[in-house]
């Protein structure tokens, strides 16, 4: 399974990206997907995930201003992020879990990561 994240890059802070993330193997898209983020020297926290009913659930940091969805016509899972904050500085990883485990569980698919700088 491969994931392959593209997006990131360095913005000003209030400014906005849109993350991709391609899962080529998959179509459609996994039940239950995420997004992560390592800030730098910091443990990956969990920023949004999408559930198999279309619900979805964000951190308390992010709410309001990031949004997950799944286009499965391209099977690609996107994070739309607005007035980005110096804080949402860091290393954005998707995350597959077909079974829809615990994400610290095994089975679960990671990408390689996009950085996203906020100055």
């Known amino acids: 399974v491969q994931l392959v994240e593209s997006g990131g890059g360095s913005v000003q802070a209030g400014g906005s990206l849109t993350l991709s993330c391609a899962a080529s193997?998959?179509?459609?898209?996994?039940?239950?997907m995420a997004w992560f983020r390592q800030p730098p020297g910091k443990e990956r926290e969990l920023v949004a995930e999408i559930e198999p009913d279309g619900s979805t659930t964000y951190a308390d940091s992010v709410r309001d201003r990031f949004s997950i969805s799944k286009d499965n016509a391209k099977s690609t899972l996107i994070l739309t992020m607005d007035s980005l904050k110096s804080e949402d500085t860091g290393m954005y990883i998707c995350?597959?879990?077909?079974?829809?485990?615990?994400?610290?569980?095994?089975?679960?698919?990671w990408g390689q990561g996009t950085q996203v700088t906020v100055s």
């Open positions: 193997e998959y179509t459609p898209l996994p039940d239950c």
């Open positions: 995350a597959s879990n077909p079974a829809c485990v615990a994400y610290s569980s095994r089975g679960i698919f």
